[in-house]
Nanobody, 121 residues
Framework: QVQLVESGGGLVQAGGSLGLSCAAS????????MGWYRQAPGKQRELVAQ???????NYANSVKDRFTISVDYVEKTGYLLMNDLKPEDTAVYYC???????????????WGQGTQVTVSS
């Protein structure tokens, strides 16, 4: 069964850095776009960054020049490097991928389980 497994996150002081990773496990035929979203308490889930298999990237204005998204398409793993973290970056971060499992060969949306990022002031 295909799933996205997140790792990383944790507690960091303002100005610090953290890295998140998101590995697609199981039999994956094709990996398309990957992205990271976050949801803070009492707020809606919002897009943080996304990238496509062609290499185009898109960032939320609030994280531009601080966060970097990347994907290793051979390892089928996505990464989010977060620098100069601010207390307002505190949220649960979710990875998202559009991928085709070997079993179906149909591009489908998948979500990771979420990982907590807490930035102290």
């Amino acid at each position: 069964q295909v799933q996205l497994v997140e790792s990383g996150g944790g507690l960091v002081q303002a100005g610090g850095s953290l890295g998140l990773s998101c590995a697609a496990s199981g039999s994956v035929l094709r990996l398309g776009a990957m992205g990271w979203y976050r949801q803070a308490p009492g707020k809606q889930r919002e897009l943080v960054a996304q990238t496509t298999s062609t290499g185009s990237t898109n960032y939320a204005n609030s994280v531009k020049d601080r966060f970097t998204i990347s994907v290793d398409y051979v390892e089928k793993t996505g990464y989010l490097l977060m620098n100069d973290l601010k207390p307002e970056d505190t949220a649960v971060y979710y990875c998202h991928a559009v991928l085709a499992p070997l079993a179906t060969e149909i591009l489908t949306d998948y979500w990771g389980q979420g990982t907590q990022v807490t930035v102290s002031s």
